[in-house]
């Protein structure tokens, strides 16, 4: 199964950027090639952009081209949303390593630079995770504003950081140093959780889990009644590399918010109770005894096996629906019935 977002650079060589893009209301997240910037993986330098104002501390540095008011004001609030991360994926202890953020003044001169990593115009800001940086133009973009773009990208970092797979100790000469945390939170988890997250700002400013993105909802009945929304099997399966449609985007949102919220509160605790368990599972690369289980599996007389980048992202997607599955299905249930009791919710959802 290939997914191609229309006009949008697609490679399925190595899942090593994941680049957030919004057209026309729609937040996407691509995963460039490394070498669409610079040779092989980890080879590439980190960005370096002079900007006239910066707001730096032990957590951010942010670099904005507007002032140093504005460079203020979005290190503040990305402290802030750091609480609703830890909240929502329940890790109060989570810590996290120095950002560096830039802000440009305009559209066109951030797009310069998301031209360098292969992006199109008309993208709201991008994360790259293996130069953790974040950078986004400080301009409403089809009722996308800064603060939603932050609070997104801002939780593919927070996942990156706190969730995705540590290679084992026993296995880490074998990366660069960058390379040595791995995607393993589906693409559609990771995905659904920022546009999950990315409608968290509440009357009056204040960040709070669970409001419904009226975008994503107002899209995905669309979809559903319109019967061309992607099927969970499709959905659930999508390894990193895929570009995203906006579809994918609302299906993987319409996921997240029916796990989290049920009207029903035993099964809403119910759901909350496995989504956790499998955050766990990511977590662990879904692996029983990740030392020497990935070592079996990804090596080959001490190297890492030569297509390791698909195989990895194979895994992941195949552990996705897999555990998915058993967690939230009933016994003999197939997924097809599945969805149709989560169209039912979605159409409940208020
Ligand atoms: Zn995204």
Same mark, same amino acid.
């Given at each position: ?39 092989? *993986? ?133 990366? *660069? ?68 449609? *906006? ?104």
């Amino acid at each position: 199964m290939s997914i191609f977002a229309k006009g949008l650079p697609v490679n399925t060589a190595t899942p090593v950027f994941r680049i957030s893009i919004a057209l026309a209301c729609a937040t996407f997240c691509l995963c460039l090639p490394a070498h669409s910037r610079a040779g092989e *993986p980890g080879s590439h330098k980190p960005l370096l952009i002079a900007m006239p104002f910066a707001h730096v501390d032990d957590y951010y540095s942010v670099n904005s081209e507007i002032s140093r008011e504005n460079a203020q004001s979005v290190s503040d609030f990305l402290k802030k949303s750091e609480s609703l991360y830890r909240l929502a994926f329940s890790l109060p202890e989570a810590k996290l390593s120095r950002l560096p953020v830039y802000v440009f003044g305009n559209t066109s001169r951030y797009e310069s630079l998301a031209h360098t990593y292969g992006l199109p115009d008309g993208t709201a800001g991008l994360f790259v995770p293996e130069e953790n940086i974040l950078c986004l133009p400080y301009v409403t973009i089809s009722n996308v504003t800064p603060e939603m773009t932050l609070l997104h990208e801002g939780t593919h970092r927070f996942i990156r950081e706190t969730l995705d797979f540590r290679v084992p100790e026993n296995c880490r000469q074998l990366f *660069p140093p960058e390379r040595q945390i791995l995607a393993s939170v589906p693409l559609w988890l990771n995905e659904g959780m920022a546009t999950y997250l990315e409608a968290a700002i509440g009357g009056g400013g204040e960040l709070r889990e669970g409001l419904v993105n009226e975008n994503r909802l107002r899209h995905l009945r669309k979809i559903i009644r319109k019967k061309y929304f992607p099927p969970l099997s499709e959905v659930l399966a999508l390894p990193y590399g895929s570009a995203l449609l *906006p579809e994918h985007y609302a299906v993987s949102w319409g996921l997240v918010q029916t796990l989290r919220h049920n009207r029903d509160t035993a099964l809403e605790a119910e759901n909350r109770k496995k989504l956790a368990e499998y955050f766990s599972l990511c977590a662990r690369g879904f692996f029983n005894n990740p030392d020497s289980d990935f070592q079996r599996e990804f090596l080959s007389a001490g190297k890492l096996k030569p297509d390791f980048e698909q195989l990895w992202r194979a895994r992941i997607a195949d552990c996705s629906r897999k555990y998915f599955e058993q967690l939230f299905l009933s016994h003999g249930e197939k997924l097809e019935q599945w969805q149709e009791k989560w169209i039912r919710r979605v159409f409940q959802i208020r």
